[in-house]
């Protein structure tokens, strides 16, 4: 499975991004995968910010709820994060992630870069 993220940028503090991550069409199912977000600040573990599962429930951390929101398109094969209100810490690398433990599956995308200026 081959993730592709975009829709990063360069936004003022208050403003909006979405990104987007399109999973390659393979023999294992986009539907069945939990799909997640992660950010990672230069020298500091990748955390989570986001993920959606199978069946639709969602999770934030508690930094950004009320803030982002996670979706997918199975049909597209695409998770989303919308990002609203956005602050300066929220600027950083952020990822797309693929995963099925059950199959021991745990893919990555390439990392979009979201600068938030204040």
């Known amino acids: 499975v081959q993730l592709q993220a975009s829709g990063g940028g360069l936004v003022q503090a208050g403003g909006s991004l979405r990104l987007s991550c399109a999973a390659s069409?393979?023999?294992?199912?986009?539907?069945?995968?939990?799909m997640g977000w992660y950010r990672q600040a230069p020298g500091k573990q990748r955390v989570m910010v986001a993920s959606?599962?199978?069946?639709?429930?969602?999770t934030y951390i508690e930094s950004v709820k009320g803030r982002f929101s996670v979706s997918r398109d199975n049909a597209q094969n695409t998770v989303y994060l919308e990002m609203n209100m956005l602050k300066p810490e929220d600027t950083t690398v952020y990822y797309c992630?693929?995963?099925?433990?059950?199959?021991?599956?745990?893919?990555w995308g390439q990392g979009t870069l979201v600068t938030v200026s204040s």
């Open positions: 992630n693929y995963k099925r433990v059950h199959l021991g599956m745990d893919y």
């Open positions: 069409r393979s023999r294992y199912s986009f539907s069945g995968a939990t």
């Open positions: 959606i599962v199978p069946g639709g429930t969602v």
